[in-house]
T-cell receptor, first 118, second 116 residues
Framework: AQKITQTQPGMFVQEKEAVTLDCTYDTSDQSYGLFWYKQPSSGEMIFLIYQGSYDEQNATEGRYSLNFQKARKSANLVISASQLGDSAMYFCAMREGSLNSGYSTLTFGKGTMLLVSP | GAVVSQHPSRVICKSGTSVKIECRSLDFQATTMFWYRQFPKQSLMLMATSNEGSKATYEQGVEKDKFLINHASLTLSTLTVTSAHPEDSSFYIC????????????FGPGTRLTVL
């Protein structure tokens, strides 16, 4: 089974609208971290937001928020007030195991291509 | 903060030559660095994990003699693609984390390798 599933290969949104990118995960660990990265056409991977498995509040970073539903094992990214510059590939990733456990590799989903139209 | 550089950004080489790619953490010390490969329109594939001063840990299916990784200091890791062939053409991207806080991996801008 895939550890990270992103079911939306592509999403379209109009400028200034909000958009939700889906991510579900599979792990038997109690301690884990979830990350979202943005990859524009230039190729660099830009870190957007992090959610720890024990964090009680949903993470927020500016226009980005993470809708964390632990029981459903989902960690959807919400982008509010979309901008043209938000057009990019978005990857959800998971780190299993506790922090500083010495095992900090990430498992990535297949990504969702977001296109923002004027 | 948390800036990672990668050099070169693009390289074109002839088949049979070796290519070295450098990854540097500019404003933090990286306990661990990671090397990924990405094919067009696909996700990142982890190749290896390296810790400063020790041998890299390669993922299954990655040839360690083909992809030599050296993590000489807490701010520098290098990936050398030895005797490159056209099938090695790809986008290679490194990342680094501090091993503290949220253990976030910060990525370099990537290197586009084309082997003729």
């Amino acid at each position: 089974a895939q550890k990270i599933t992103q079911t939306q290969p592509g999403m379209f949104v109009q400028e200034k609208e909000a958009v939700t990118l889906d991510c579900t995960y599979d792990t038997s660990d109690q301690s884990y971290g979830l990350f979202w990265y943005k990859q524009p056409s230039s190729g660099e991977m830009i870190f957007l937001i992090y959610q720890g498995s024990y964090d009680e509040q949903n993470a927020t970073e500016g226009r980005y928020s993470l809708n964390f539903q632990k029981a459903r094992k989902s960690a959807n990214l919400v982008i509010s007030a979309s901008q043209l510059g938000d057009s990019a590939m978005y990857f959800c990733a998971m780190r299993e195991g506790s922090l500083n456990s010495g095992y900090s590799t990430l498992t990535f989903g297949k990504g969702t291509m977001l296109l923002v139209s004027p | 903060g948390a800036v990672v550089s990668q050099h070169p950004s693009r390289v074109i080489c002839k088949s049979g030559t070796s290519v070295k790619i450098e990854c540097r953490s500019l404003d933090f010390q990286a306990t661990t660095m990671f090397w990924y490969r990405q094919f067009p329109k696909q996700s990142l594939m982890l190749m290896a994990t390296s810790n400063e001063g020790s041998k890299a840990t390669y993922e299954q299916g990655v040839e360690k003699d083909k992809f030599l990784i050296n993590h000489a200091s807490l701010t520098l890791s290098t990936l050398t693609v030895t005797s490159a062939h056209p099938e090695d053409s790809s986008f290679y991207i490194c990342s680094a984390n501090t091993g503290t806080g949220t253990d976030t991996q910060y990525f370099g801008p990537g290197t586009r390798l084309t082997v003729l």
